[in-house]
């Protein structure tokens, strides 16, 4: 028994299991926001209305900047810190690129008069976008910080650096992975 908890306990990272938990909170939260708008959506009163091309745009590069931190997280690894330097800061100006690109859909809907209090259809679509570019913003702040540490720090390889890039590398990609699914939902629902 006492060699078993020993291997659970190497096995299971407790950051690694915060930041887990955190995103299955994080997914309930919008589980619950799609079925509010199905809900919604079949009580009538609905406005239909197509989504901003800048949304679409938004989703090309959320997943580029994905795969660029990925390979980004690679090459710290095998040590080769320039490419892992221009990587990162490419994946952060990517990010940046996502929620400018969110920005611009929401004008894009205002200008088509598509309002956050108006129709219940298209405040649903700002609460989503909102609350998911604000989870964006957040994985923003932990790149920006990493670009930082990626130039001001030694360049060698530690496992304290690499675990904080692998927790970063797993919540970016989880928010790449929430968007793709909150467009296919709001695009087959609309």
């Given at each position: 028994?006492?060699?078993?908890?020993?291997?659970?306990?190497?096995?299971?990272?407790?950051?690694?299991?915060?930041?887990?938990?955190g995103l299955a909170s994080v997914l309930m939260m919008f589980a619950a926001l799609t079925s509010a708008y199905m809900v919604r959506q079949?009580?009538?009163?609905?406005?239909?209305?197509?989504?901003?091309?800048?949304?679409?745009?938004?989703t090309a590069v959320i997943i580029i900047s994905s795969v660029i931190l990925h390979?980004?997280?690679?090459?710290?690894?095998l040590g080769k810190f320039g490419i892992y330097r221009i990587l990162l800061v490419l994946s952060a100006v990517l990010g940046l690129g996502f929620v400018?690109?969110?920005?611009?859909?929401w004008l894009?809907?205002?200008?088509?008069?598509?309002?956050?209090?108006?129709?219940p259809s298209g405040s649903f679509v700002y609460i989503i976008s909102g609350l998911h570019a604000i989870h964006v913003l957040g994985?923003?702040?932990?790149?920006?910080?990493?670009?930082?540490?990626?130039?001001?720090?030694?360049?060698?390889?530690?496992?304290k650096r690499k675990h904080r890039l692998k927790l970063l590398l797993h919540y970016w990609?989880?928010?790449?992975?929430?968007?793709?699914y909150l467009l296919l939902f709001l695009i087959l629902q609309n």
């Open positions: 028994m006492s060699q078993n908890n020993t291997l659970l306990k190497q096995r299971i990272n407790p950051q690694m299991f915060g930041l887990y938990l079949a009580a009538g009163n609905w406005l239909e209305f197509r989504l901003p091309v800048q949304f679409f745009y938004s390979l980004a997280v690679r090459n710290y690894g400018i690109l969110q920005y611009a859909g894009e809907m205002e200008l088509i008069g598509v309002y956050l209090t108006g129709n994985g923003l702040t932990a790149l920006f910080i990493s670009v930082l540490v990626a130039f001001m720090a030694s360049s060698k390889v530690t496992v990609h989880f928010v790449g992975a929430l968007w793709i």
